[in-house]
């Protein structure tokens, strides 16, 4: 078989978990498992998490589905809400709660023949201008939902544009508005994703969103104590398929991009831009060999890639390559740092995993 598998490792899961909880502990933390689990696999991690999160929530109800249909039976937040009308009838036959973004939403809602009313979470644009009522239009909608019996019990919730940043300034704006409309609203909060989990506890409401933290990925411009903590869940690894020997000068790859500066011996490893690692990886984007520091040589291939190994002589064919996460010896490369290489964030590269990737899951006990 192809060596190229992503370890999932659901103890770090429960551990960033339990962070996020203890970084706020007077509110309910919300696992965010969208994206399939942030490419991790939502179901299992959700089965990770279960008897530890009092609710999860999904950017839509497909996703949903596939959580419930694999018999999790907590409560599920529809982040994004409902995109037509008639899935109200499945929110209603599977006890979702939904996110409530916009007019037609709310009007759909109000006029809708539900089994038991639902618990709604209405989002407030409060300065990241995507999705959300504006805030001098909140208090009128809040209160028509108040009145209305469809409606089970009202959150209000909102989306922070810069929380990652050292520069609080928008950060603060964001939250006078938002502390303003609570206090004239008598409205539970709910406000703190991963970075105002980690680092504004003044955020911090009667639920909080953390999402990608719960992966082991630091999403703080500058890393905190609190960060350091964070454990890779996912160790996208492989094995070195053959070896090469250059002369200085020889090039490696699409377009020679790479040239030896030395004799050099060049390792080719079973990954590649199809199976989700980034083709923008430059030269000298790190990866683990047998837990060593190497660097990448040469444009990423559809399926391969090519390592400097120079300095690695018990480099052989089969050894263990870390493309991030843990290796054996226990070095950490930080999907963090490898995305800053490919000038992006870990988002992309955990969410771009391909499904012809394995993953192989690992910890599951409780």
């Given at each position: 078989m192809r060596p190229l598998v992503a370890d999932i490792d659901l103890d770090a899961l429960r551990h960033?978990?339990?962070l996020a909880c203890r970084c706020a502990p007077h509110s309910r933390s919300v696992a965010v498992i969208k994206a399939d689990g942030y490419g991790h696999g939502a179901l299992a991690c959700a089965q990770a998490l279960e008897s530890q999160a009092p609710a999860f929530a999904v950017a839509c109800i497909e996703e949903a589905l596939t959580l419930r249909q694999g018999g999790i039976n907590r409560p599920i937040i529809l982040l994004e809400g409902i995109f037509s009308a008639d899935e109200l009838a499945l929110v209603d036959a599977h006890g979702f709660w939904i996110a409530v973004h916009s007019q037609w939403q709310v009007d759909a809602l109000l006029a809708a023949t539900l089994q038991a009313p639902i618990p709604v979470w209405l989002k407030v644009d409060s300065g990241m201008h995507r999705?959300?009522?504006?805030?001098?239009?909140?208090?009128?909608?809040?209160?028509?939902?108040?009145?209305?019996?469809?409606?089970?019990?009202?959150?209000?919730?909102s989306h922070f544009a810069s929380a990652d940043a050292q520069d609080n300034r928008y950060f603060n704006q964001q939250m006078t508005r938002l502390k303003g409309l609570a206090s004239e609203l008598d409205a539970p909060l709910c406000l703190a994703n991963s970075p105002a989990t980690l680092a504004w506890p003044v955020s911090h409401g009667d639920w909080n969103r953390p999402g990608v933290m719960l992966y082991g990925s630091d999403p703080l411009e500058v890393a905190n104590?609190?960060?350091?903590?964070?454990?890779?869940?996912?160790?996208?690894?492989?094995?070195?398929?053959?070896?090469?020997?250059?002369?200085?000068?020889?090039?490696?790859?699409?377009?020679?991009?790479?040239?030896?500066?030395?004799?050099?011996?060049?390792?080719?490893?079973?990954?590649?831009?199809?199976?989700?690692?980034?083709?923008?990886?430059?030269?000298?984007?790190?990866?683990?060999?047998?837990?060593?520091?190497?660097?990448?040589?040469?444009?990423?291939?559809?399926?391969?890639?090519t390592v400097d190994v120079t300095d690695v002589p018990d480099a052989v064919i089969g050894s263990d390559v870390v493309l991030w996460g843990r290796a054996s010896n226990g070095e950490v490369l930080p999907v963090d740092e490898v995305a800053r290489y490919c000038d992006t964030i870990s988002y992309t590269l955990l969410t771009g995993v391909l499904p012809r990737v394995p993953r192989r899951y690992h910890g599951r006990s409780v």
């Open positions: 960033n978990y339990q999705l959300g009522f504006a805030i001098d239009e909140a208090a009128a909608i809040w209160r028509q939902l108040s009145d209305s019996p469809s409606v089970a019990s009202l959150h209000l919730m104590d609190i960060t350091r903590q964070l454990q890779p869940v996912m160790t996208l690894r492989s094995q070195i398929i053959a070896l090469r020997e250059l002369e200085a000068g020889e090039p490696v790859g699409y377009s020679g991009r790479w040239r030896a500066q030395r004799r050099s011996r060049i390792a080719v490893v079973a990954c590649g831009y199809g199976d989700g690692y980034d083709r923008h990886a430059r030269d000298g984007t790190p990866v683990l060999v047998n837990g060593q520091r190497c660097a990448i040589a040469g444009k990423v291939s559809m399926d391969m890639l």
